[in-house]
């Protein structure tokens, strides 16, 4: 069974600081995978996507890396703010088909 | 940037009723989706559509009914609201390829079925 876990479930850090959030996934055979950021009650935003031949990809503060081998993905933010506080959710697809397997998220705390 | 609209931030409505959540986007996507996320239980996909009038059920299809009458606008439809549906329900759209791109989501519609 396809699976994508993310560990911890809540983060809390003081302003500032380089962080790396985790996502781990069962199966190698991955064609992307991509992550988000959720405000509370509201919609999901797409931060970076990663092909499977790409081993990572940056945006701004953010980069975020892909390892088949070892089924993982990281997303490094680094400085972190106030403003970079949510919810961070990663999704890969696996196989010819449209759906994503979510992971749970991991909710970010940014004390000023 | 693409816009992904969804036609009611907050809707009320009563057991029994039918319920009509609409979506639209503004880039021309082939793919759109309709998910529903419930705390403690992440994101659930409800139905797919690649094509207009074109539908795939999801994970937790029942229930649910869906509409792509037109290739922006995609429709999940509540035959007969029940409690249990009480849900936050996400729009989201890509475009098609050998792989699925980015997906774009709307703001969510949270639903509260009395």
């Known amino acids: 069974k396809q699976e994508v876990t993310q560990i911890p479930a809540a983060l809390s850090v003081p302003e500032g600081e380089n962080l790396v959030l985790n996502c781990s996934f069962t199966?190698?055979?991955?064609?992307?995978l991509q992550w988000f950021r959720q405000d509370p009650g509201k919609g999901l935003t797409s931060l970076l996507l990663i092909q499977s031949s790409q081993r990572e990809q940056t945006s701004g503060r953010l980069n975020a890396s892909l390892d088949k081998s070892s089924g993982r993905s990281t997303l490094y933010i680094a400085a972190s703010q106030p403003g970079d506080s949510a919810t961070y959710l990663c999704a890969a697809l696996f196989g010819s088909n449209y759906q994503l397997i979510w992971g749970a998220g991991t909710k970010l705390i940014i004390k000023p | 940037d693409v816009k992904v609209t969804q036609s009611s931030r907050y809707l009320v409505k009563r057991t029994g009723e039918k319920v009509f959540l609409e979506c639209v986007q503004d880039?021309?996507?082939?793919?759109m989706f309709w998910y529903r996320q419930d705390p403690g239980l992440g994101l659930r996909l409800i139905y797919f559509s690649y094509d207009v009038k074109m539908k795939e059920k999801g994970d937790i299809p029942e229930g649910y009914s869906v509409s792509r009458e037109k290739k922006e606008r995609f429709s999940l439809i509540l035959e007969s609201a029940s409690t249990n549906q009480t849900s936050m329900y996400l729009c989201a759209s890509s475009f098609q390829g050998a792989a699925l791109e980015k997906l774009f989501f709307g703001s969510g519609t949270q639903l509260s079925v009395l």
């Open positions: 880039m021309d996507h082939e793919n």
């Open positions: 199966d190698s055979a991955i064609y992307n």
